[in-house]
């Protein structure tokens, strides 16, 4: 499942790098998300529940930041399992400075198996756009 776009911040592009590494921020951000717990430096344990359509559920797994290139990428890197199935994927974020504002885009080839993925990818690429754009719109509050 592939999901690309982009979001403009109002701010510098050193203000949203470090607002998008905070794990807490992360945490308060992410959509489902019930805890985050830092397990190493840029390792963290999630629980998240998430419902798409009928299918509900809570999911285990783990996130990672890797490959940081301070203040213009990084690569978060994501998966879980629960009882509706499993979740992978890694998410390539770079930041471009824009008159003062700051362009993000993302990039994500992300797996999906389980009782989650008979739901049919339109309905899941429209659910996965509509978290990002979520996360995003969360994430302005912050900076």
């Known amino acids: 499942m592939k999901i690309e776009g982009s979001h403009t911040f109002n701010a510098p592009k050193e203000r949203v790098w470090e607002v998008l590494v905070d794990p807490k921020i992360m ?5 489902g998300c019930e805890s985050l717990k830092e397990v190493a430096p840029d390792q963290y ?8 359509a009928a299918v509900k559920g809570n999911y285990k797994g783990k996130v990672s930041i890797k490959d940081k290139q301070p203040p213009s990428h990084y690569v978060l890197s994501g998966e879980g399992s629960g ?14 400075d824009n008159n003062g504002q700051t362009l993000l885009k993302y990039s994500t080839d992300a797996k ?3 009782l989650i993925a008979s739901i049919g990818q339109r309905m899941l690429n429209g659910v996965a756009k509509m978290m990002v ?11």
């Open 45 to 52: 344990e999630a629980t998240m529940k998430v419902g798409i």
């Open 112 to 114: 999906v198996g389980g």
């Open 133 to 143: 754009d979520q996360f995003f719109k969360k994430m302005e509050s912050f900076i």
């Open 27 to 31: 945490a308060q951000c992410m959509p």
């Open 83 to 96: 009882g509706p199935g499993f979740m992978q994927g890694d998410v390539s974020i770079d930041l471009e």
